[in-house]
Structure formats: structure tokens, C-alpha cells
């Protein structure tokens, strides 16, 4: 299982930032809830790997995500979340944070890409001024977790 990075253990990302940089190899970041992992999210991290040789993916802590979603998310926890995404053969790393946006993490890695998807608009991305490329990936369409909450709870009452 790929380690944890944080903003809150400075030395040992500026240490990890710098192994990968002293070998050369590009560092591709990007970050979501990452609540109910579907279809859409493993299309979007093998594009995302597929930039660069070390993808770090950076999801929100609980209150990062209650903050954003309301009060009934995130429905996995972070322990949970960041044990899936670990787990995915594209991610070489799990960041966390529990601010509403990846800001100050993507300013401390500055990656060589920063990939989102499609349905952010650039100038809306968060940090895209550290990234030396930013890319935003298409979605495939029908899959997001608000939408399969929403169709379990028609499905099932709720």
C-alpha cells in the first residue's frame, strides 16, 4: 500500500518531492472525495497515471468532504477511502487534506501535472498556477457518487 502523504509531516514530503525529482521522473496530482469509487474515478486515474511516472492522489478528509457535501457524506470514511484508493495499480501515493481545496498541498509538490476532470473549468482549478501542465480529462457520463446515492435511494426508499 502506497504511504500517506501531508502537508502536517512537511519533511517527509519535501524529502519524497525530492527522491522523485533527483531520478527525473514526472509527477502527475490529482484530488476528489473519492466516496464511492466508480467507474468514472479509475478511468480518470489511469489517464492521470498515463501523463507522467508517479501519480499522487490527494482525497479530502471527512470534514473537508461534510464541508463541501453536507452533513450525510462523505458515506466512506477517509481510513476507507484512502485504503481503496491505495489499493488502485495507477496511484503511487494517497495525500490527505483537510481543507475545502488541495491548495497548499499542490503548492508544496508543485507537480508536473495536475490533472481534474472535464467538468471543471481552468480557471477554476485550484493550485493550476504550480503545475507546469494543467489537463482536464473528460468524464464518462452517468457515473458520479451523487448520482448512484440518488438511485440507491430511489431504488431502496430513503
Not at 39 to 67: E, F, M, Q, T, W
Request: aromatic share 8%; with cysteine; net charge positive.
Amino acid at each position: 500500500m502506497p504511504s500517506i502523504l501531508s502537508l502536517k509531516d512537511r519533511t517527509t514530503l519535501r524529502n519524497y518531492i525530492q527522491e522523485i525529482r533527483s531520478k527525473n521522473k514526472k509527477i502527475v496530482f490529482t484530488n476528489g472525495c473519492f466516496d464511492i469509487i466508480h467507474p468514472g474515478h479509475i478511468a480518470l486515474l489511469k489517464k492521470a497515471k498515463s501523463y507522467g511516472d508517479i501519480l499522487i492522489v490527494a482525497i479530502n478528509s471527512d470534514r473537508s468532504v461534510r464541508n463541501i457535501k453536507g452533513k450525510y457524506r462523505p458515506i466512506l470514511n477517509e481510513k476507507a477511502r484512502i485504503k481503496i484508493i491505495s489499493a488502485i495499480k495507477y496511484v503511487d501515493r494517497v495525500a490527505i487534506f483537510d481543507e475545502p481545496t488541495p491548495y497548499k498541498l499542490i503548492k508544496a509538490i508543485h507537480p508536473d501535472v495536475l490533472v481534474k476532470g472535464g467538468d471543471w473549468e481552468e480557471n477554476s482549478i485550484v493550485g493550476r498556477q504550480f503545475a507546469r501542465k494543467v489537463i482536464r480529462i473528460k468524464l464518462i457520463k452517468g457515473y458520479s457518487t451523487s448520482s448512484i446515492i440518488k438511485s440507491i435511494l430511489k431504488k431502496y426508499g430513503g
